[in-house]
């Protein structure tokens, strides 16, 4: 073929309509035309319908066809543009198809915030106006946190919001903001809160009951919906002036962020919705607020820290392999100076290192025993019995942080006997569903006063349980590492797996490969690349 020669199209002629060069047309997307510079020939044709689509099997190296929806300003808003380069070597070829790659990928949906266990978990916040003041209303402020497996542990959680107006708040009950602003212009009574961006934290245990209400004052700490839901809701009271005082006028709150009590949780716009119904202790009468807006917010662990807080370890009883935690699974620490280090357990005078003075509330970084995998909590998962009808697993959690206790901590695990549990010992156990006929996930949590709190890190900072399931003999084996779990979370976060060619095996299981799945993979795409740039 000779270097700069049109190539065909790959649709149908009928179909098609040359149009100008991409530099002449206003409509397509910019970072197209971009790709004219790096290669030979750069031509766009529009076509009048989607059908005429080209197949995967069409595109060859020097052809690369794209499909995007035409651009708003364009007035057919169901025609399809394609694409066509012609590259001017196999050697940049390589490199278009990754530019061109990196171009489309911007267009892909974040979904960071998206748990497959727990699809539809969030935290709810329902603002509800009981009446109505001379200058603004009086507003209660309700928090759910119907997330099945993630709570927010102490020191709580702490809300925000920017007002839409000048609105102050008068008075709070049951919570309090963190600053009161500059509310010089009020004389006599002055407000509790003038800032346009208020903070707000919910009050501690033992608070005065003249400044309680129903669900307030836990040090803003929120179990998960599973674990405890008569604890998953936390409420305040606030009473707004220099605000709207009809439906029509009151202007809602925006920009709202929840702290849990790190970094994690992100908070869409507040949405009117209709006036929530109270019914009376009685139940013969029901009352509803004047109005009334819900605020969604969904975490993401990806936001809430750089790495990892937990990891898994695997043995059993018919392999003396050990499977640790992968090397540096929560990261490294190169400098063991910095803040956040891993400390040696046989440090002398180990409480001053741990604990220094600050400030409280101050939330302290961790501080984790060194080991191979620097994660402040591993779970290990032991094959321990096999029997003729049932089959034994020992589960240990243990933790590594030294600055850190978990008080109502819980465990998820997915594997796929988890639907024929025959008892587990010292833990609660409740079944996860998350998809309709799935039943291979599994809440544990420690019993009240027994082992639901886990110290930090040292001789007690463990606990552990054993799980007996009953054989299903159509898919139980030990091969293949079916009897590990399939993913494990603490408190929520996922922890990190060893990979599956390191499981320890059975013994009269064959050969087993030394080479890693990913050097597998990753070996072919080097060849090409180097074959194609010689």
Known sequence: MIEGQRVKSLLPAQNIQQQPLASQIPYPPSPFAKLEKS????????????????????IVWNNLCLWFLSDQQSNNKH???????????????????????????????????????????????????????????????????FQKYRHIPSPGWTLGWK?????????????????????????????????????????????????????CCKGGVLNSWVQDPGTAASSFQISVGAAGTTNKT?????????????????????????????????????TQAMMTWN?????????????????VSLSSFYNETIVGCPTCACGCQNNKTESGACLDPDTPHLASVVSPPTKKGTILPPLVQCTRHLCPIRVHWHVKQNYKEYWRVKITITN???????????????????????????????????????????????????????????????????????????????EKGWAFPRRIYFNGDNCVMPPPDTYPFLPNGGFRPEVSVFASVLLPVLLVFFFFSA
């Open 250 to 286: 009151v202007r809602v709150p925006r920009n709202f962020t929840l702290m849990g009590p790190g970094p994690g949780y992100t908070c869409g716009p507040a949405k009117i919705v209709r006036p929530t119904k109270f019914v009376t202790p009685d139940t013969r009468r029901t």
């Open 163 to 215: 007002w839409a107006k000048k609105e102050v708040i008068w008075s709070m009950v049951g919570a309090q903001t963190t600053e009161q602003g500059d509310c010089s212009k009020y004389k006599g009574n002055l407000p509790h809160c003038c800032k346009k961006d208020p903070t707000v934290v919910d009050l501690l245990p033992g608070t005065p009951y003249n400044q309680q209400i129903a669900n």
């Open 39 to 58: 290669c030979c020939y750069l031509s766009l044709y529009k076509s009048t319908s989607p059908s005429s689509k080209a197949s995967s099997s069409e």
């Open 400 to 478: 590594f942080n030294y600055r850190l206790n978990y008080s109502q901590w819980n465990m998820v695990a997915q594997h796929p006997n988890l639907d024929n549990i025959t008892q587990i010992f010292s833990f609660n156990y409740k079944s996860i569903t998350p998809y309709a006929g799935l039943n291979d996930t599994a809440m544990l949590w420690g019993m009240k006063f027994y082992n639901d709190f886990l110290s930090e890190a040292g001789p007690l900072g463990n606990v552990q349980s054993e799980i007996l399931f009953r054989k299903d003999q159509s898919t139980f084996t030990f």
């Open 295 to 311: 605020i969604t917010c969904t975490y993401s662990q990806f936001l809430a820290q750089r790495t990892p807080t937990c990891c």
């Open 79 to 145: 025609g399809v543009f394609c694409l066509q380069i012609h590259l001017c070597s196999l050697k940049m070829s390589f490199l278009a198809v990754l530019v061109v790659f990196l171009i489309s990928s911007s267009y892909i949906t974040s979904t960071e915030a998206y748990d497959a266990l727990d699809p539809e978990g969030n935290i709810t916040m329902k603002w509800d106006v009981m009446s109505w003041t001379p200058d603004g209303y009086v507003a209660v402020v309700t928090m759910f946190n």
